[in-house]
């Protein structure tokens, strides 16, 4: 049996896409750790980033038929890595405008009429599309939403990870999103 350690990227590209196991598990005992803090410093959270390396390793298993043997192994995980960050900073983006506005969606008693039953159809539109969510979905979006919890809080209540957690309410959020935008 020969040194993993010693052989090329390439080399171990080669092999990974073969299915062996220990090639895998060189790239992954080479690259983890870099992988690791790269997401560290945009995420501040370790549990997150640890998260989306997990996340990275599991797709270069998944896909490995697929990677190009001549093209730089550090490449392909970093821009797959900051491609999944961009994807979860833009959801966290639209996720607070949506925060923001449900905070600040509040019914004043100076507002005309017309305008109450606006904002009463607007909230009973809204709960129906909650309503109207698969149920792990809706589960997960009401915890976070109407009960304050933390993605580790639901995380923890409901035995998931907190990236399914994260996974859950950025589909939950796309939905309101496709919906609002029609009326």
């Known amino acids: 049996m020969f040194g993993y350690s010693k052989i090329s990227d390439n080399e171990l590209i080669s092999f990974l896409k073969k299915g062996d196991e220990r090639a895998y598990t060189e790239i ?4 983890f750790e870099l992988m690791f803090l790269f997401a560290f410093k945009k995420l501040e959270d370790e549990d997150l980033a640890k998260d989306f390396v997990q996340e990275l390793f599991l797709n270069l298993w998944n896909k490995r038929e697929g990677i190009l043997e001549e093209g730089k192994l550090s490449s392909y995980l970093y821009i797959y890595l900051r491609s999944r ?4 900073f833009a959801h966290q983006k639209v996720e607070n405008k949506y925060i923001e506005f449900l905070k600040t969606y509040q019914i004043s008693t100076y507002e005309s009429t017309d305008h109450l039953i606006r904002e009463q159809e607007l909230i009973k539109y809204i709960e129906k599309q909650i ?15 109407k009960e304050h919890l933390s993605h580790k809080e639901i995380a ?10 994260s996974s859950q309410i950025h589909g939950a959020l796309k939905i309101f999103k496709a919906k609002l935008k029609s009326i």
Do not use: C, G, T, W
């Not at 992954?28 to 690259?31: A, L, M, T």
């Not at 309503?131 to 009401?142: D, N």
């Open 131 to 145: 309503q109207a969510l698969p149920k792990k979905m809706r589960r997960i979006f009401e915890l976070s939403r």
């Open 85 to 88: 960050l961009f994807d979860y």
């Open 156 to 165: 923890d209540k409901l035995n998931i990870s907190e990236n399914n957690v």
């Open 28 to 31: 992954y005992n080479r690259y």
